[in-house]
């Protein structure tokens, strides 16, 4: 059973940084899964942030490119996402998720908010 666990949310102001990380177990053939970043407002549909994929390419919704960055680190079987230049419009839950699958980067953007395995979230808030 795949477990992931999320950290690094928090209170930041307009324009801080924040690194989110999430801690993954209980996998088997690593390289057939695909893994990204959601995040979810009250009352608001889930949002695939970003996602790379078994072979490291990413994707990046239209809002966050050019400040956050997806990546991992197999060896710490980790999955980090580095959020730049933040907005109080990324306040939000985080999500880390994981799907076995062969989809790239692109085509699992959106539907990474489907994604058979997620953690319990972390909190980011961004004020102005």
């Known amino acids: 059973q795949v477990r992931l666990v999320e950290s690094g949310g928090g209170p930041v102001q307009a324009g801080g940084s924040l690194r989110l990380s999430c801690a993954a177990s209980?996998?088997?053939?690593?390289?057939?899964?695909?893994m990204g970043w959601f995040r979810q407002v009250p009352g608001k549909e889930r949002e695939g942030v970003a996602v790379?994929?078994?072979?490291?390419?990413?994707s990046y919704t239209e809002s966050v490119k050019g400040r956050f960055t997806i990546s991992k680190d197999n060896a710490k079987s980790t999955l980090y996402l580095q959020m730049n230049s933040l907005k109080p419009d990324d306040t939000a839950m985080y999500y880390c998720a994981a799907e076995r699958g062969t989809m790239t980067a692109i085509q699992a953007l959106g539907v990474i908010p489907l994604a058979r395995y997620w953690g319990q979230g972390t909190q980011v808030t961004v004020s102005s």
């Open positions: 209980g996998y088997t053939n690593r390289n057939k899964y695909y």
């Open positions: 790379i994929d078994s072979g490291g390419s990413t």
